[in-house]
């Protein structure tokens, strides 16, 4: 089992107290994990040294950040003056050097604007003061301690040592290599550090988001290749057998219809075998994904999270599914056997056209639809997960049933109401008095009294 990919954070501690914990809840929520030598993050070994299990735990990580501010702290070597955090940043920059781990370096800018207010200061007093003044003074004033900076000239002496300053001038004057990792960066607010870390660490997604979103995929490419077959040419859907059929249907469910014998027969060998076929299109991951809100589009207009594009098709691509298994176990239920009906006239050499009631092709063909409709959103959201919505801005569906004609119908009959619409209604219960709304309600009553009964004197008719 992989790892999840580990950061150690290297600074002083007492300056950095509260940056540190904030950088290691976020992160964490990220999906990282997160070393800090005052948490119990790594196995610190009860019989070796404790700088030397942090230095262990530098090279058991894929990135290092080093934060640089004010205070130098505890110091490493007395002798050469290095500091703890220094020496971690010399172990970590091996292994840059090796491309072992990824080094990240922030300095605060209140510390880096005072470096180069120093910096000029000296540049000042050796030009114009350098004949009244020795150089040591000259070093001292340019470095002397402050409230806000304990050891100038080794919290100075780190920083140059951290951007490469010499190496980069010998570099350029064709005495040695250009340095590597010498990127710096200055922060005020954990923003500004946010923002850094999402450019270089490669993520603008949270683990959950990642780990869905690759679940999600997985779930719709599983369900692509039982909606797919292998054909002559190549990989195709396996509605295929049915889309001859289907160009040869005409007028509506009380018409009839002339269609080829041999694309009759393929299309019924196509409709028996996902009819009796085991359901096997999974919806876990898709449903997740709704719940979990992770595809909603944040509307900066209206400072909320709306319905966009992908978690629309998500929407659809859930009730598509569930709407192909009510048809299936419909259809099932009632066997109406057309493969035995027909099966004389398919197997005429004579017969060239069949004469079918467009009734016997309603559900077959809702199911055809139903299955074209599955497969363009598995592919418009396999391309909105990674951020292509062209395929979802096209994209168009089939209408619920094979006659057009009737398609209206249906969709007050048996379909789910558009949502759009249901807002229009709320709003017009808002606006009118419980008496309108109730007179209007008794009308719309009527009229589907009244369109159904038609509908029965029709069938009754055929």
Same mark, same amino acid.
Request: charge should be neutral.
């Given at each position: 089992?992989?790892?999840?990919?580990?950061?150690?954070?290297?600074?002083?501690?007492?300056?950095?107290?509260?940056?540190?914990?904030?950088?290691?809840?976020?992160?964490?929520?990220?999906?990282?994990?997160?070393?800090?030598?005052?948490?119990?993050?790594?196995?610190?070994? *009860?019989?070796?040294?404790?700088?030397?299990?942090?230095?262990?735990?530098?090279?058991?990580?894929?990135?290092?950040?080093?934060?640089?501010?004010?205070? &130098? =702290? =505890?110091?490493?070597?007395?002798?050469?003056?290095?500091?703890? /955090?220094?020496?971690?940043?010399?172990?970590?920059?091996e292994l840059v050097?090796?491309?072992?781990?990824?080094?990240?370096?922030?300095?605060?800018?209140?510390?880096?604007?005072?470096?180069?207010?120093?910096?000029?200061?000296?540049?000042? *007093?050796?030009?114009?003061?350098?004949?009244?003044?020795?150089?040591?003074?000259?070093?001292?004033?340019? $470095?002397?301690?402050?409230?806000?900076?304990?050891?100038?000239?080794? /919290?100075?002496?780190?920083?140059?040592?951290?951007?490469?300053?010499?190496?980069?001038?010998?570099?350029?004057?064709?005495? =040695?290599?250009?340095?590597?990792?010498?990127?710096?960066?200055?922060?005020? /607010?954990?923003?500004?550090?946010?923002?850094?870390?999402?450019?270089?660490?490669?993520?603008?997604?949270?683990?959950?988001?990642?780990?869905?979103?690759?679940?999600?995929?997985?779930?719709?490419?599983?369900?692509?290749?039982?909606?797919?077959?292998?054909?002559?040419?190549?990989?195709?859907?396996?509605?295929?057998?049915?889309?001859? @059929?289907?160009? #040869?249907? +005409?007028?509506?469910?009380?018409?009839?219809?002339?269609?080829?014998?041999?694309?009759?027969?393929?299309?019924?060998?196509?409709?028996?075998?996902?009819?009796?076929?085991p359901f096997k299109?999974?919806?876990?991951?898709?449903?997740?994904?709704?719940?979990?809100?992770?595809?909603?589009?944040?509307?900066?207009?209206? $400072? $909320?999270?709306?319905?966009?594009?992908?978690?629309? %098709? *998500?929407?659809?691509?859930?009730? #598509?599914?569930?709407?192909?298994?009510?048809?299936?176990?419909?259809?099932?239920?009632?066997?109406?056997?057309?493969?035995? !009906?027909? @099966?004389?006239?398919? +197997?005429?050499?004579?017969?060239?056209?069949?004469?079918?009631?467009?009734?016997?092709? %309603?559900?077959?063909? @809702?199911?055809?639809?139903?299955?074209?409709?599955?497969?363009?959103?598995?592919?418009?959201?396999? !391309? =909105? &997960?990674?951020?292509?919505?062209?395929?979802? *801005?096209?994209?168009?569906?089939?209408?619920?049933?094979?006659?057009? +004609?009737?398609? !209206?119908?249906?969709? #007050?009959?048996?379909?789910?109401?558009?949502?759009?619409?249901?807002?229009?209604?709320?709003?017009?219960?808002?606006?009118?008095?419980?008496?309108?709304?109730?007179?209007?309600?008794?009308?719309?009553?009527?009229?589907?009294?009244? #369109?159904?009964?038609?509908?029965e004197n029709n069938?009754?008719?055929?």
């Amino acid at each position: 089992m992989l790892a999840k990919p580990r950061i150690f954070i290297s600074s002083t501690i007492y300056d950095f107290k509260d940056l540190r914990s904030s950088m290691k809840y976020w992160l964490e929520g990220l999906g990282y994990e997160v070393m800090l030598s005052e948490y119990n993050d790594f196995t610190k070994p *009860l019989d070796e040294n404790s700088y030397n299990a942090c230095f262990d735990a530098i090279r058991n990580c894929d990135y290092f950040i080093l934060l640089i501010g004010s205070r &130098v =702290g =505890g110091l490493y070597d007395k002798t050469q003056k290095i500091s703890i /955090t220094r020496q971690e940043y010399e172990i970590a920059y091996e292994l840059v050097k090796s491309k072992k781990i990824k080094l990240v370096t922030f300095i605060r800018k209140e510390v880096w604007d005072i470096r180069e207010d120093r910096k000029a200061l000296s540049d000042f *007093l050796k030009r114009d003061y350098q004949e009244k003044l020795e150089k040591e003074i000259i070093h001292d004033i340019s $470095n002397h301690q402050s409230s806000f900076v304990n050891d100038a000239e080794l /919290t100075f002496k780190f920083i140059r040592q951290v951007t490469r300053v010499d190496e980069m001038k010998q570099a350029v004057q064709g005495m =040695g290599e250009f340095p590597i990792g010498n990127w710096t960066h200055q922060f005020t /607010t954990f923003q500004d550090i946010i923002d850094v870390l999402q450019t270089e660490l490669k993520f603008s997604q949270s683990l959950n988001r990642v780990a869905l979103s690759r679940n999600l995929k997985r779930e719709i490419k599983y369900n692509l290749s039982l909606l797919t077959e292998e054909l002559k040419d190549g990989t195709g859907i396996i509605t295929y057998y049915g889309t001859c @059929a289907k160009n #040869h249907l +005409k007028g509506s469910y009380t018409d009839y219809s002339e269609i080829p014998r041999e694309k009759l027969f393929h299309f019924i060998f196509f409709y028996l075998d996902v009819v009796n076929s085991p359901f096997k299109l999974s919806v876990k991951f898709t449903e997740q994904a709704l719940i979990s809100g992770e595809f909603l589009d944040f509307d900066r207009n209206t $400072n $909320n999270y709306q319905i966009g594009l992908l978690h629309n %098709a *998500l929407f659809h691509l859930q009730e #598509h599914i569930n709407r192909l298994k009510e048809l299936q176990a419909d259809y099932k239920a009632r066997r109406p056997d057309l493969m035995n !009906k027909y @099966a004389d006239k398919i +197997k005429s050499p004579q017969c060239t056209k069949i004469r079918i009631f467009n009734l016997e092709l %309603a559900t077959p063909f @809702a199911i055809y639809n139903c299955h074209q409709n599955i497969v363009r959103l598995c592919l418009g959201i396999l !391309k =909105g &997960v990674d951020g292509d919505n062209e395929r979802l *801005l096209n994209l168009k569906l089939l209408p619920p049933s094979p006659f057009e +004609k009737e398609s !209206k119908d249906l969709q #007050h009959s048996w379909e789910r109401v558009n949502v759009e619409n249901v807002e229009r209604w709320m709003d017009e219960i808002e606006k009118s008095d419980t008496g309108e709304f109730e007179e209007e309600l008794r009308k719309q009553i009527k009229e589907q009294v009244k #369109h159904y009964q038609n509908a029965e004197n029709n069938n009754s008719k055929i």
